[in-house]
């Protein structure tokens, strides 16, 4: 299924990484829209299936974005809402670009 079957009638891309993001263990694209943070990758050699983590904006109670690393520097951003905590690690460039616009929705 192309990623499109999984956005909401109206709902609009903010942001798209370039790189895999890291988030419990496995590489994701992230996917931030208007209304939700998605998690999108396709898994499997022969038979791709799809693996999607999803977050509403609405339930976002914090971000922390931090970064480490001298010569490939390392971002983190931890996303705090009202039942989870989320841990999304990649490149700090990328994961500044998605803290960003994270910020408009706070």
Same mark, same amino acid.
Not at 62 to 79: M, W
Not at 85 to 93: I, T, V
């Given at each position: 299924m192309p990623l499109e079957d999984f956005l909401m009638p109206a709902e609009q891309i903010k942001f798209q990484s370039d790189h895999g993001v890291h988030y419990a263990g496995k590489v994701y694209q992230v996917i931030l829209t208007d209304k939700r943070i998605l998690l999108y990758a396709k898994?499997? $050699?022969m038979f791709k299936s799809d693996d999607i983590v999803t977050q509403k904006l609405d339930d976002?109670?914090?971000? /922390?974005? @931090? *970064? *480490?690393?001298?010569? *490939? /520097? %390392?971002?983190?951003? %931890?996303? @705090?809402?009202m039942k989870t *905590? $989320?841990?999304? =690690?990649?490149? =700090? =460039?990328e994961i500044k670009a998605l803290y960003q616009q994270m910020m408009q929705f706070m």
């Open positions: 898994r499997g $050699m976002l109670q914090g971000v /922390k974005y @931090q *970064e *480490e690393g001298v010569f *490939e /520097k %390392k971002g983190t951003i %931890k996303v @705090q809402t *905590e $989320m841990d999304l =690690a990649g490149p =700090a =460039a």
